[in-house]
């Protein structure tokens, strides 16, 4: 089993800056990620990084999201700049493990006001 504990979410201004953190409970040899969740919407995938470090994000945040990860800590950030209302969602952080067995965090909310 693996759990998951984002933090970083909060209510930001258009344009604004954010860094979200996510904790695994020991190291992930596979995928770490983020979804997210906006109010009435499917979740969807916003970027991933694998062991190797390969690097995948959605369109609608490339050049402004950027995910890094720091094996030594279990950790996988995501910095996200020039914040759009349309980024308002619940932020979920995901992990597959060596199994291929998917985990998530509890979600953190990031709301930007426009």
């Known amino acids: 089993q693996v759990q998951l504990v984002e933090s970083g979410g909060g209510l930001v201004q258009a344009g604004g800056s954010l860094r979200l953190s996510c904790v695994a409970s020991?190291?992930?040899?596979?995928?770490m990620g983020w979804y997210r969740q906006a109010l009435g919407k499917q979740r969807e995938f916003v970027a991933s990084i694998a062991s190797g470090s390969r690097i995948n994000y959605v369109d609608s945040v490339k050049g402004r999201f950027t995910i890094s990860r720091d094996n030594a800590k279990n950790t996988v950030y995501l910095q996200m700049n020039s914040l759009k209302y349309e980024d308002t969602a619940v932020y979920y952080c995901?992990?597959?493990?060596?199994?291929?067995?998917?985990?998530w965090g509890q979600g953190t909310q990031v709301t930007v006001s426009s």
């Open positions: 995901n992990a597959v493990d060596e199994w291929l067995r998917t985990y």
């Open positions: 020991r190291k992930i040899f596979n995928n």
